[in-house]
């Protein structure tokens, strides 16, 4: 059996450890697993008042998580949290009326330059997920520590602990999928 995931990077910059991480990611997936990288730079902060109705730019967004297997995101944490950009555009998927993460399966990693590699934000991001009824793998759990120095000067990555790890991510993302077969029903 086939997968696709959809993939959102937290860090926007260019040079991002994060993207750099998910690229690492789709080179090591197995050959049954692809990932998408979606982008959300265009997505406007959302405001109830002017957003009264569904944002357009979304729709797309929306529509590739619901045609995916699952949902992965690669982000950075941002004093101890959330990346403003990623928690944004997920606030306004969520105001879809087809609800893209119900019972979504979803992984969550993440590359800091700190000690603990994302832990916080990650914990924080698995919150986010009990609410909106996604499906969050627990093992292996992929925190990539002290960055800076587990890529090279292309971008590649060279930690072979890491390198291991995002494979399984991948299975174990797909066989939460299989458990939650959600994929095009909508
Ligand atoms: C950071 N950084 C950071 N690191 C960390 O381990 N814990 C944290 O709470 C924070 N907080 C934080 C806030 C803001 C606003 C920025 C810009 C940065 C540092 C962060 O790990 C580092 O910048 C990474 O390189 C960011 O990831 P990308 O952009 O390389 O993917």
Redesign the pocket.
């Known amino acids: 059996k086939k997968y696709h995931f959809i993939a959102f990077?937290?860090?926007l910059?260019k040079?991002?450890?994060?993207?750099?991480a998910l690229k690492a990611m789709q080179m090591l997936a197995p050959s049954h697993i692809t990932i998408e990288q979606v982008f959300y730079d265009h997505i406007p902060m959302y405001n109830a008042d002017v957003h009264t109705e569904l944002l357009e730019q979304v729709v797309p967004l929306a529509e590739k998580i619901q045609a995916s297997d699952g949902v992965i995101f690669v982000?950075?944490?941002?004093?101890?949290?959330v990346?403003g950009g990623l928690k944004n555009v997920i606030d306004v998927l969520s105001r879809h009326p087809d609800k893209p993460f119900n019972e979504k399966a979803v992984a969550i990693l993440g590359?800091?330059?700190?000690?603990?590699?994302?832990a916080?934000?990650q914990y924080h991001l698995r919150q986010v997920m009990v609410f909106l009824n996604a499906h969050v793998v627990n093992k292996p759990e992929i925190m990539i520590a002290n960055?800076?120095h587990k890529f090279d000067e292309s971008g590649n990555l060279t930690d072979e602990f890491i390198r291991k790890q995002l494979p399984l991510m991948l299975e174990s993302l797909a066989t939460l999928s299989d458990r939650f077969p959600r994929g095009t029903q909508g």
């Open positions: 990077c937290g860090s910059r040079g991002s450890y994060n993207e750099m982000s950075p944490e941002y004093n101890y949290s990346p590359a800091s330059q700190g000690n603990v590699g994302t916080r934000m960055a800076q």
